[in-house]
């Protein structure tokens, strides 16, 4: 399955800032797991981020509440499940991995 991870920001920029580079840390540990595929800014960046993830959507939850955002009460996520019905050649074995 994969997930699409919406991260909102709750707090400011500025009680966002302390946790900034844990998160970047929390991104390059899940990427490197293969958990997530994707990971960005969304444009405006003061809206939030965007994850895919891959997996099973209870341990995708739980890694979402691992985020030092979430921790500290400036972020959080709403997960959408997505089944994916047709995938681009390109994509097929890196979706078939997880």
Do not use: K
Not at 19 to 36: C, I, K, M, N, P
Not at 41 to 65: H, L, N, Y
Not at 68 to 80: D, E, I, K, L, M
């Amino acid at each position: 399955m994969l997930h699409v991870l919406r991260l909102a920001y709750t707090g400011s920029a500025e009680e966002a800032e302390p946790h900034v580079r844990e998160h970047v840390d929390y991104l390059e540990r899940h990427h490197a797991s293969g958990a997530f595929l994707v990971s960005g800014q969304t444009a405006p960046p003061s809206d939030g981020g965007v994850i895919i993830a891959r997996g099973d959507r209870a341990a995708v939850e739980e890694i979402t509440g691992q985020d030092p955002f979430v921790r500290a009460g400036v972020g959080a996520y709403s997960v959408t499940t997505l089944d994916p019905g047709r995938v681009h050649p390109a994509l097929a074995g890196l979706l078939d991995a997880g």
